[in-house]
């Protein structure tokens, strides 16, 4: 089996899924830094693989692990081994620790927050409408990710005057290019700040998540300083990181698919199914670390060894022929049956798939009705990826707005 080595820059995300899927449902692949491991590429294989009990997420489970081959300072430590937290147990343990956090987030308790979801929307669209007239705008920087960070972060009761240093921290903490020798500091900065966020909502709790998880531990749910901090941390990164992606890749999909985005904006296709096909089309998460074979396991004609390491390919298995059909390639926003699992699957399946869904659904219709003539200010082809091996994370997205509502200026 040829293995394939991931692109630390990513500079061609596309060409890299195709790979991945032509080398069968399960690839050898090289993460950056030279760390060996198996990747997950078909749809089927991965839905299988991510309800198998045999598949793990301890960590010691991993041969390379426990051969002290993976350092400190690997780039990718803070994915690989993030803490204890419902990120990284499963059975009894997961279940114990993701509890709080699935009564938080279900479907009817997010649908609560979608009055201030909208008022924090109306918010930035109206700093939009002030910038001046006639220049390009970075949607990202300027929409994109102020309002996942600021819907997560009152959530968890995250002061905004923070928010400066955790866009610099999750920026590192992601990324494929921090040198090796700032790692471990800048986990332990993540670590010291989660830590200080955790003891000010000890010491004045409010009505927000990690307040009700101190409560909980209080109470008798043993949940231990350590567990709180990680989950915070958890449910900050994944909670702003992915719909900040959403949200980017449905605007430049629209973009670049003018007679869909006219349907669209017609009424003729709804956004839920923009929403979704942009899921599947353009996942936000290309490649999700790690899980650990417990036993020698069958996936397809090929064999995943005991001890190994897993990722899931998203980025691969959303575009499977096998799945979607020989049109799986293409961006279709009125596909249906189109049941991805760009949010995961299985017990570890993501609690804040509702939310994601609520914010980028009151988000993206709200901007195209202010800015019905938004227009990307580059070439599509001259939109670069950041260098993050797991998100499908652009450096910016340039655009022009237009005339707001479609008026005369």
């Not at 690839?27 to 030279?34: R, S």
């Not at 081959?69 to 803070?78: A, F, R, S, V």
């Not at 936000?284 to 020698?296: G, K, M, Y």
Request: charged share 25%.
């Amino acid at each position: 089996m040829t293995r394939i080595a991931l692109d630390p820059f990513v500079r061609d995300l596309d060409g890299e899924s195709a790979a991945l899927r032509a080398a069968g449902p399960l690839a050898e692949v090289e993460l950056p830094g030279g760390v060996h491991v198996y990747a997950v590429t078909r749809h089927a294989e991965a839905r299988a693989l991510l309800t198998d009990s045999r598949v793990v997420k301890d960590i010691n489970v991993w041969n390379a692990w426990r051969r002290g081959e993976i350092p400190m300072d690997w780039p990718l430590i803070g994915l690989a081994n993030p803490g204890r937290s419902m990120l990284t147990v499963d059975g009894a343990d997961h279940r114990r620790l993701r509890t709080l956090v699935a009564q938080a987030l279900t479907v009817k308790r997010v649908e609560r927050l979608r009055a201030g979801i909208e008022a924090l929307t109306n918010a930035s669209l109206e700093k939009l409408a002030a910038l001046p007239a006639g220049q390009p705008v970075d949607l990202k920087a300027e929409f994109a990710y102020p309002l996942p960070m600021n819907v997560i972060s009152e959530l968890m009761g995250v002061d905004a005057a923070d928010h400066p240093r955790l866009k610099e921290l999750f920026e590192k903490f992601f990324s494929t290019q921090t040198p090796p020798e700032e790692v471990p500091q800048m986990m332990a900065d993540l670590g010291t700040l989660f830590t200080k966020i955790v003891d000010d909502k000890r010491a004045n709790p409010g009505d927000d998540l990690t307040s009700a998880l101190i409560a909980a531990s209080e109470n008798g749910d043993h949940l231990t300083d350590e567990e709180i901090v990680n989950t915070l941390q958890l449910i900050i990164a994944a909670g702003h990181e992915t719909t900040i992606s959403l949200i980017v890749n449905v605007v430049e999909a629209l973009q670049t698919h003018p007679e869909q985005r006219k349907k669209v904006l017609n009424g003729e296709i709804g956004w839920d199914g923009v929403i979704e096909e942009t899921l599947r089309w353009n996942t936000p998460t290309s490649h999700v670390l790690i899980r650990f074979a417990t036993e020698d396991i069958e996936v397809g004609d090929r064999i995943l060894p005991k001890g190994e390491g897993l990722i899931v390919s998203f980025g691969a298995l959303g575009r499977d022929e096998e799945q979607y059909g020989p049109t799986a390639g293409e961006f279709d926003a009125t596909r249906t049956p189109n049941r991805h699992i760009a949010f995961g699957h299985g017990p570890h399946v993501c609690p804040g798939a509702a939310l994601s869904r609520l914010e980028a659904g009151i988000a993206l219709p709200a901007l195209y009705e202010r800015f019905p003539e938004l227009d990307l200010a580059v070439p599509a082809t001259e939109l670069r990826n950041k260098p993050i091996v797991t998100q499908n994370d652009l450096y910016e997205l340039p655009v022009e707005l237009g005339c707001p509502f479609g008026g005369d200026a």
